[in-house]
């Protein structure tokens, strides 16, 4: 049984001021699961209703559906929720192409961002200070596991920029230059924005090279593409030059 304190600490984790209190998170399913036990993040506490998972005993707990219902953050539970540890995070260096996020607020939106850098073989991911928190819970759900091979940091993207001034820095636009068209390199920094309002003044002025996606529809009513649509489109072609 999960003790009402258990149950206290797992609620709370849904909220980004607790996580960083704990040092924790919580991931749900089997799938991701399983790959975050073969991950740099320590298990804290694992509850499944499955006994299946290669996992310390000690840190196992056989749980009932019932249980799991009172614990999970899913309208269906997928027969285990786990807590992992955030680990301390080393010196970052980037390499190759890099990902910028300013101002991503949608949970959804990043853990599908995560996903895509880790389809196209992005290693590093950096967020703005407001870009939705990479722990929450619904970033993790999204992200399928990515979470576990994607470096995900928050620095200011302004200083990031201006520390590595000798990479590009391209930024997604609706009137940027059509990305189809141009020649693009195997290293720099790609910026996406905010969902509603792109990119920001302030990071607008460090773009060195302003790339769209041209609309082909006829339909003026389709006024811009969701901002993970457009990082796999361009992931897309910057991986295929």
Do not use: H
């Amino acid at each position: 049984m999960v003790s009402k304190s258990q149950i206290k600490l797992i609620r709370s984790l849904t909220q980004k001021k607790y996580r960083l209190k704990n040092a924790m998170f919580i991931v749900e399913g089997k799938k991701s699961i399983q790959e975050f036990l073969s991950s740099r993040f320590p298990l804290e506490k694992l509850y499944t209703t499955e006994d299946w998972f290669i996992a310390p005993t000690s840190q196992t707990e056989i749980i009932s559906e019932a249980d799991l219902k009172k614990i999970s953050q899913l309208k269906t539970p997928q027969t285990a929720l786990a807590i992992f540890r955030i680990p301390k995070q080393e010196a970052f260096l980037p390499k190759g192409l890099v990902v910028a996020l300013d101002g991503v607020r949608d949970p959804g939106n990043l853990g599908t961002i995560i996903r895509l850098c880790d389809w196209f073989g992005i290693q590093d991911l950096i967020c703005s200070p407001d870009t939705a928190d990479s722990f929450n819970p619904k970033v993790v759900q999204a992200s399928m596991g990515s979470l576990t091979r994607v470096e995900v940091v928050y620095r200011d993207l302004a200083e990031f920029i201006g520390k590595y001034e000798n990479l590009p820095v391209f930024g997604a636009f609706m009137d940027g230059e059509n990305i189809y068209e141009k020649t693009l390199p195997a290293e720099g920094v790609l910026v996406m924005g905010n969902e509603a309002n792109g990119i920001s003044e302030k990071i607008e002025r460090l773009i060195t090279q302003r790339v769209g996606i041209p609309r082909f529809g006829d339909t003026p009513q389709t006024e811009s593409l969701n901002v993970a649509t457009a990082t796999a489109i361009l992931l897309s072609e910057f991986k295929r030059r």
